[in-house]
T-cell receptor
Framework: ETGVTQTPRHLVMGMTNKKSLKCEQH?????MYWYKQSAKKPLELMFVYNFKEQTENNSVPSRFSPECPNSSHLFLHLHTLQPEDSALYLC???????????????FGPGTRLTVL | TQLLEQSPQFLSIQEGENLTVYCNSSSVFSSLQWYRQEPGEGPVLLVT?????EVKKLKRLTFQFGDARKDSSLHITAAQPGDTGLYLC????????????FGSGTRLLVRP
């Protein structure tokens, strides 16, 4: 595997279910990000981890719980979601959260989540 | 709150035509990036512009950063069906540059 992978690619869940999204990066990066992409809305940054430490929680409801066991893996644990949480959830990674011109974020293909 | 407005939201053109997509804000950004996203995939970075007034070319794509670093444009010459996709601009703030502010995107369809 190369780049950033996400599983599952599609997920349908009921409001009472508990599920987890997984992201893995094979780029040797130290920063990982969760984004939410809803139809006709800009990408919303949800969480940021830098060297396994959470550095950003962008006022995300507690029904979303991130976990970063190491720099290569990022999880998003989901429980008691609402239909409005249906969206494409994208994971991204880069070298670290400091900015320089070539420190681009590489995105995974996303998990298409539908909450019934 | 920093916002980026993209226009148009949707564009359907014939192969061979030229087009321009705009990304505007009232805020100043330290840099601005353009991404293309295809169905079932994540966004892929096309270019980063950093200096006010900067122009970068990527084959048939020309990117410009406004002098005041508040706006940007993407111009495609002689569009091809392979250019079809969602084009996103994203700005890096002056204080926390890793936090990208994304526009809502321009969905481009190039008809053969």
């Amino acid at each position: 595997e190369t780049g950033v992978t996400q599983t599952p690619r599609h997920l349908v869940m009921g409001m009472t279910n508990k599920k987890s999204l997984k992201c893995e990066q094979h780029l040797g990066h130290n920063a990982m990000y969760w984004y939410k992409q809803s139809a006709k809305k800009p990408l919303e940054l949800m969480f940021v981890y830098n060297f396994k430490e959470q550095t950003e929680n962008n006022s995300v409801p507690s029904r979303f719980s991130p976990e970063c066991p190491n720099s290569s893996h990022l999880f998003l644990h989901l429980h008691t979601l609402q239909p409005e949480d249906s969206a494409l959830y994208l994971c991204a990674s880069n070298q670290e959260t400091s900015w320089w011109q070539d420190n681009e974020q590489f995105f995974g293909p996303g998990t298409r989540l539908t909450v019934l | 709150t920093q916002l980026l407005e993209q226009s148009p939201q949707f564009l359907s053109i014939q192969e061979g035509e030229n087009l321009t997509v705009y990304c505007n804000s009232s805020s100043v950004f330290s840099s601005l990036q353009w991404y293309r996203q295809e169905p079932g995939e994540g966004p892929v970075l096309l270019v980063t512009v950093v200096t006010g007034g900067e122009v970068k070319k990527l084959k048939r794509l020309t990117f410009q950063f406004g002098d005041a670093r508040k706006d940007s444009s993407l111009h495609i010459t002689a569009a091809q069906p392979g250019d079809t996709g969602l084009y996103l601009c994203a700005g890096a703030g002056m204080d926390s540059s890793y936090k990208l502010i994304f526009g809502s995107g321009t969905r481009l369809l190039v008809r053969p």
